[in-house]
């Protein structure tokens, strides 16, 4: 276990199809974060777990997007109906109960909607 | 509203040259920040947090409550320093991280 991974790298897709995301934490780690990165910005905060229940929700998080973790290990993140504007990076980050805390990031999954 | 901000999109500099990239935060309570690099293909990684108190790579940070600052230091800039650079806090453990828009800094040989 070399650190957090996600699935795909890279997607490309045409507006109003549905897409999936994968992240799989750090073993142990309980804690998950989904974040989204646009051109020039830094990453925003989407949605956070502790083990399998869904603790915090961002506003930018709209009814199309939904993220689960079933058993508390890795997460999906799906977004429906895709719109160009939900083209970014979206980045996957876990952490364990610790006094740090620290976060630890995902290689990000680029979406592209055409 | 917790906001951070970084006022320099990008910042060149010579090597050996000092280098400070500026950070500032609104937040009304005690937050605790951060600064992440991001490497050439690299994820991101924390470069160092405030209550650390301590030096990574050469770079410090000291936490101004007054003026509301973070600002990241380096008295001796190196070309393998060329990177993304996000101020972040959050205002506890186990929350989310309030990240600014980055600072690139290069570094000219």
């Known amino acids: 276990d070399t650190g957090v991974s996600q699935d795909p790298r890279h997607k490309i897709t045409k507006r109003g199809q549905n897409v999936t995301f994968r992240c799989d934490p750090i073993?142990?780690?309980?804690?998950l974060y989904w974040y989204r990165q646009t051109l020039g910005q830094g990453p925003e905060f989407l949605t956070y777990f502790q083990n399998e229940a869904q603790l915090e929700k961002s506003r930018l998080l709209s009814d199309r997007f939904s993220a689960e973790r079933p058993k508390g290990s890795f997460s999906t993140l799906e977004i429906q109906r895709t719109e160009q504007g939900d083209s970014a990076m979206y980045l996957c980050?876990?952490?364990?109960?610790?006094?740090?805390?620290?976060?630890?990031f995902g290689p990000g999954t680029r979406l592209t909607v055409l | 509203a917790q906001r951070v901000t970084q006022p320099e999109k990008l910042l060149s500099v010579f090597k050996g040259a000092p280098v400070e990239l500026k950070c500032n935060y609104s937040?009304?309570?005690?937050?605790?920040l951060f600064w992440y690099v991001q490497y050439s293909r690299q994820r991101l990684q924390l470069l160092l947090r405030?209550?650390s108190r301590e030096s990574i790579k050469g770079f410090t940070a000291d936490l101004n409550k007054g003026e509301t600052s973070f600002h990241l230091k380096k008295p001796f800039a190196q070309e393998e320093d060329s990177a993304m650079y996000y101020c972040?806090?959050?205002?506890?453990?186990?929350?989310?991280?309030?990240f600014g828009s980055g600072t690139r800094l290069s570094i000219r040989p």
């Open positions: 972040a806090l959050r205002y506890s453990s186990a929350s989310k991280i309030i």
């Open positions: 073993s142990e780690h309980n804690r």
């Open positions: 980050a876990s952490s364990s109960e610790s006094l740090t805390d620290t976060q630890y």
């Open positions: 937040y009304s309570g005690s937050p605790e």
């Open positions: 405030h209550i």
